[in-house]
């Protein structure tokens, strides 16, 4: 397939349902879509220390998102914001001054929750991370998943019809959002 799409879950629980979604919008994206989870579960908590020797498992977490052509965010919110181990993650990629991996990244950010806000404002927040790192993101359309249980079974299959249907246009869009930034950015 011609574009390969690192996935960055913003939970590490094994329970995750920002996992279960991130299954489920791999099998219902077009085949030109190649997707590739990047872990950032061991990176210790990030400070300025470190920039003058990253060490092993930051190299690593750069270099797979440096890799990918694309970026996709699955992530809960918690209280009203990103999940703290995704920002430092982010951090991490971010740095040392003049080695941020986010800049011109096409990324696209999805993201589940039991409640009705489908994390919308923990979007909005990893959103305006993105944009400080300059990174290129799809804005439209946006997915704020509900998630009642059982939306997505232990297949990976979404049992929800229109939610299917919804999220297939959602990864058919970030399809073409990588093909159209990708002519104007060439890949590394
Ligand atoms: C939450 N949850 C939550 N939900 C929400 O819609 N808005 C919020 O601000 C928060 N805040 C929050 C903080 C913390 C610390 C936790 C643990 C949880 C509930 C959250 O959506 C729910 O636990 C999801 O199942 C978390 O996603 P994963 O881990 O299942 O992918």
Same mark, same amino acid.
Request: aromatic share 10%.
């Given at each position: 397939?011609?574009?390969?799409? #690192?996935?960055?879950?913003?939970s590490?629980? /094994?329970?995750?349902?920002?996992? *279960?979604?991130a299954?489920? +919008?791999?099998?219902? =994206?077009?085949?030109?879509l190649?997707f590739?989870? !990047?872990?950032?579960? *061991?990176?210790?908590?990030y400070?300025?220390?470190f ?10 977490? /750069?270099?797979q998102?440096?890799?990918a052509d =694309? !970026? ?5 919110e ?13 951090? $991490? ?6 080695q941020?991996? $986010?800049?011109? /990244?096409?990324?696209?950010?999805? #993201?589940? @929750? ?11 927040? %990893?959103?305006?991370? +993105? ?10 359309p946006?997915?704020?998943? @509900?998630? @009642?249980?059982? %939306? ?5 299959n ?9 999220l297939?246009?959602?990864m ?7 093909? *159209?930034?990708?002519?104007? !950015?060439?890949?590394?």
């Open positions: 397939p011609p574009y390969r799409v #690192g996935v960055i879950i913003g590490l629980s /094994k329970e995750s349902i920002n996992r *279960r979604l299954g489920a +919008l791999q099998k219902l =994206a077009p085949k030109e190649e590739f989870e !990047i872990d950032y579960s *061991r990176l210790p908590l400070n300025r220390d920039d003058a020797d990253y060490p092993p498992e930051a190299l690593e977490f /750069k270099a998102v440096r890799s =694309a !970026i996709l965010f699955v992530t809960p918690y209280n009203r914001s990103l999940p703290g181990a995704l920002k430092n993650a982010i951090d $991490w990629g971010s740095r040392p001054w003049g941020n991996v $986010w800049a011109d /990244k096409p990324t696209g950010v999805v #993201g589940a @929750s039991p409640g009705q806000i489908g994390t919308a404002v923990g979007q909005q927040s %990893l959103r305006a991370t +993105l944009s400080f790192l300059n990174a290129r993101q799809m804005t439209s946006e997915a704020y998943v @509900s998630y @009642s249980p059982g %939306l997505v079974d232990d297949d990976g979404v049992t929800v019809e229109a939610t299917a249907q919804f297939s246009m959602v058919e869009k970030f399809l073409e959002y990588i093909a *159209r930034v990708l002519t104007v !950015i060439p890949r590394p």
